[in-house]
């Protein structure tokens, strides 16, 4: 079974609202980090937001105030809710989550789930 499931991909017109979901890791593991990239084609894979253990959040601009990032800890789920899309937003989605193991850091990375935004 893949560590990371995430959902809620799809297709909308611009201006609707999605919301991914990644549920994981079921291994015991001291997460540090939850966070969700995009990679749209010819363009390298970014940061869009992330949240830490202790419920900081850091936004890429182009997304600040639109994509709020939330998880719910006994779920083992993070969400990004997606308001206000625009054909920019279009792109793979990843789920990431970081977790401290011994002396080093690791990560986690769900499946891509697409994301489409038509004008």
């Known amino acids: 079974q893949a560590p990371l499931v995430v959902s809620g991909g799809g297709s909308v017109q611009a201006g609707g609202s999605l919301r991914l979901s990644c549920v994981g890791p079921g291994a015991t593991v001291t997460i540090t980090t939850r966070g969700w990239f995009r990679q749209a084609p010819g363009k390298q894979r970014e940061l869009v937001p992330r949240?830490?253990?202790?419920?900081?959040?850091n936004y890429a601009d182009s997304v600040k105030g639109r994509f709020p990032i939330s998880k719910v800890n006994a779920k083992n789920t993070v969400y990004l809710q997606m308001n206000s899309l625009r054909a920019e937003d279009t792109a793979v989605y990843y789920c990431?989550?970081?977790?401290?193991?011994?002396?080093?850091?690791?990560?986690?990375w769900g499946q891509g789930t697409q994301v489409t935004v038509s004008t």
């Open positions: 949240i830490t253990s202790d419920t900081v959040t």
């Open positions: 990431k989550v970081g977790y401290h193991g011994g002396t080093h850091d690791y990560d986690y």
